[in-house]
């Protein structure tokens, strides 16, 4: 609803308990004119762990790209797929959760890989500028951090396995080569949400091996 009532030509999204550091919006202006106008304007992420201390996260060092190649870096996980971080022309990211669909997933998870696929396929010209501009907070609390209980996992997976449902799904019908890459990015996110089994009751390990098998359909992998 946010998107197809945007009036501005560039989209930056922030999450709710993140930073935008100061001057970000006078320095992607510059970056937009400078480069006439790309679908996808990318900056550097600096990390804020619980106790406050900061680290450099993300640093895309591109200069101007295709957004094919930038997906292909993307999928080989080079830089994020985040979509904090990036800003999206309004009109190449309508176009994109248009075209494949995207605006009737409900999801509360996995949402930020699945727009940031979609918006690469679709758009032409992408940039990356040395600027530190976005400050990530590390929220044990998050939608994404906070797994302990059963049914907070079990909606969080479910929600993953659409989104690496859609990504597959619309990957493969655009290249084999971007099919057989994303696979790579599924066993990565596979690894990731068994690394949270870490802070749970290892009789609980069971129950949530199975919710993934069922979330990422492909037991094998999990």
């Known amino acids: 609803t946010g998107l197809h009532l945007a ?3 560039y989209v930056i999204p922030v999450d709710s308990d993140d930073y935008v550091l100061p001057k970000l919006t006078d320095f992607l202006e510059k970056a937009v004119i400078d480069h006439d106008f790309p679908d996808v304007v990318s900056y550097w ?9 900061l680290t450099m996260w993300s640093k895309p060092d ?8 930038a997906l292909c870096k993307v999928l080989r996980m080079e830089f994020l797929w985040n979509m904090w971080g990036k800003i999206f022309k309004t009109s190449t990211y309508r176009k994109a959760i248009d075209r494949f669909g995207i605006s009737g ?11 940031c696929l979609a918006i690469l396929l679709q758009g032409s010209r992408f940039v990356s500028c040395r600027y530190v501009g976005y400050r990530y907070v590390h929220n044990e609390k ?9 049914e907070r996992f079990a909606s969080h997976i479910a929600d993953i ?19 057989n890459l994303f696979q790579g990015v599924r066993r990565r996110i596979v690894r990731w949400n068994i690394e949270t089994f870490g802070k749970v009751d ?9 919710l993934m098998c069922g979330a990422f359909k492909d037991s094998e992998m999990v």
């Not at 997933?105 to 727009?115: F, R, T």
């Not at 998050?142 to 059963?150: A, K, P």
């Not at 290892?202 to 199975?210: A, C, H, L, M």
Request: with cysteine; proline share 1%; glycine share 14%.
């Open 7 to 9: 009036s501005g030509i």
């Open 45 to 53: 992420v600096e990390h804020q762990d619980p106790n406050g201390k």
């Open 62 to 69: 591109t200069g101007e790209i295709s957004c094919g190649d």
């Open 105 to 115: 997933i409900q999801s509360n998870v996995g949402e930020d890989i699945l727009q």
């Open 142 to 150: 998050s939608v994404t951090n906070d797994l302990q209980s059963r």
């Open 161 to 179: 396995g659409n989104a690496v449902f859609c990504c597959d799904r619309m990957l493969s019908g655009i290249s084999e080569e971007y099919g």
């Open 202 to 210: 290892v009789q609980e390990w069971g129950s949530r091996i199975n």
